[in-house]
């Protein structure tokens, strides 16, 4: 089982910037694919980014060309960077492993870290 543990949210002004990081440990068997995920309070939880084992990523149009995402194998950690932040922004942020293949699907990833809150004023 892969334990998940999201760092690096916090509270900051729009139009600036922040590095999420997750830290992966235990089994790396179903963590060819990892992702970002975020809910804001009464909404629906929605995709984020994803990268696989390859490099490959996607992301979902609302944070396309703002956050990149991106993988340290060696370390077992994945990092999302966010530029240019929005209110609209605001909301937990989750990390997710074992993906099958690169996908936002909630459903297709096996392990869930606890998130890391995301407020932008």
């Known amino acids: 089982h892969v334990q998940l543990v999201e760092s690096g949210g916090g509270s900051v002004q729009a139009g600036g910037s922040l590095r999420l990081s997750c830290a992966a440990s235990?089994?790396?068997?179903?963590?060819?694919?990892m992702g970002w995920f975020r809910q804001a309070p009464g909404k629906e939880r929605e995709g984020v980014a994803s990268i696989d084992s390859d490099g490959i990523t996607t992301y979902a149009d609302s944070v396309k060309g703002r956050f990149t995402i991106s993988r340290h194998k060696a370390k077992n950690a994945v990092y999302l960077e966010i530029k240019s932040l929005r209110p609209e922004d605001t909301a937990m942020y989750y990390c997710a492993a074992g993906g099958s293949w690169v996908t936002l699907d909630s459903k297709e990833y096996k392990s869930w870290g606890r998130g890391t809150q995301v407020t932008v004023s």
């Open positions: 235990g089994s790396i068997q179903r963590t060819n694919c």
